[in-house]
């Protein structure tokens, strides 16, 4: 894990520094999603936002940092290997707790809920504590299981922000429907 090792890393900071600028500004996204559904006075509680609304964002800020620690001038992998499997056991955590939040919901996720809310990131976060565990083995596969594994968390992001927009304009749209038909009866 000399030199050689972390010139492995050199390829890779274009990637990380487009990976990373669009997570910072997708972060932005999710906060005028989360406008829009207190202005839409949507239905819900503390528990949907902690199931639904916050994790998109630790999920856009999970690819910012993981992009800051591939980005940043280590002495050797094995400091990235250490902060990369620190960043995937704490996501694991924070993804069963949000799990836990999204059983407990008034809202009852559907299949494509549970697995753009639950699975993909508990899988993108272990995925993340095995491509810090191979960094000594093969640095080569475990750059490229961290990339993707950077990649799976701006895509979570992006569906969850664009899901959770939908849902509200489209109870929005119900309850402007259920209105007109009130006044027509």
């Known amino acids: 894990m000399g030199q050689s090792s972390l010139s492995l890393l050199a390829g890779w900071v274009n990637f990380y520094v487009i990976v990373g600028s ?26 949907e936002i902690r199931a639904f609304g916050t994790p998109t964002v630790v999920h856009f800020c999970a690819a910012l940092l993981i992009s800051a620690i591939m980005s940043a001038p280590w002495p050797a992998l094995s400091n990235i290997s250490l902060c990369l499997a620190v960043c995937g056991g704490a996501g694991v955590a924070y993804s069963l707790t949000t799990i ?7 809202y009852t996720p559907d299949a494509e809920d549970w697995i753009w809310y639950a699975a993909f990131p508990l899988t993108a976060y272990a995925a993340l504590v095995a491509a810090a565990i191979m960094f000594g083995q093969s640095p080569s596969l475990s750059l490229f299981v961290t990339g993707a594994t950077t990649l799976l968390f701006l895509f979570i992001g992006i569906h969850n922000a664009w899901d959770t927009v939908t849902y509200v304009a489209l109870q929005r749209w119900q309850r402007s429907e259920a209105s007109k038909h009130k006044e027509q009866s």
Do not use: C, D, N
């Open 22 to 47: 669009s997570a910072g500004a997708l972060t932005g996204l999710q906060f005028v999603v989360m406008t829009l559904i207190s202005e839409s006075q949507a239905t819900g509680s503390m528990r």
């Open 100 to 106: 836990w939040h999204a059983w407990k919901a008034a």
